[in-house]
């Protein structure tokens, strides 16, 4: 399964963006559906992920109340509503999938990587 991430951008503190992640070659209808942040020198950290089985959602602290997680399992993606942006969200965000149902969120629970899009928020 390849994944393809785009949406990111530049966006004034305040404002929204919507990521969107489509998945090729393979269905993502029994995958858990993830995103991860990246800042320079920094780890990859957990955004959000979405299950498949109990379709649960899971945020991270950081994000939760301002980020929204979803799928379209005809359309075979995964998105992310970001609003409420903040400069400290500035980061190349990255889908990732896993097969079966995970609220793990290390990197190593997921065996397939988007490419990553950035996302820049100015102050």
């Known amino acids: 399964v390849q994944l393809q991430a785009s949406g990111g951008g530049l966006v004034q503190a305040g404002g929204s963006l919507r990521l969107s992640c489509v998945a090729t070659?393979?269905?993502?209808?029994?995958?858990?559906m993830a995103w991860f942040r990246q800042r320079p020198g920094e780890d990859r950290e957990f955004v959000a992920s979405?299950?498949?089985?109990?379709?649960?959602?899971n945020y991270g602290d950081s994000v939760k109340g301002r980020f929204s997680i979803s799928r379209d399992y005809h359309e075979n993606a995964v998105y992310l509503q970001m609003n409420k942006l903040k400069p400290e969200d500035t980061a190349v965000y990255y889908c990732?999938?896993?097969?079966?149902?995970?609220?793990?969120?290390?990197?190593?629970?997921?065996?397939?990587w988007g490419q990553g899009t950035q996302v820049t928020v100015s102050s």
């Open positions: 979405v299950s498949w089985w109990d379709r649960g959602n």
């Open positions: 070659g393979g269905s993502l209808s029994r995958s858990t």
């Open positions: 990732a999938a896993r097969l079966g149902s995970t609220r793990d969120r290390r990197t190593s629970a997921y065996n397939s």
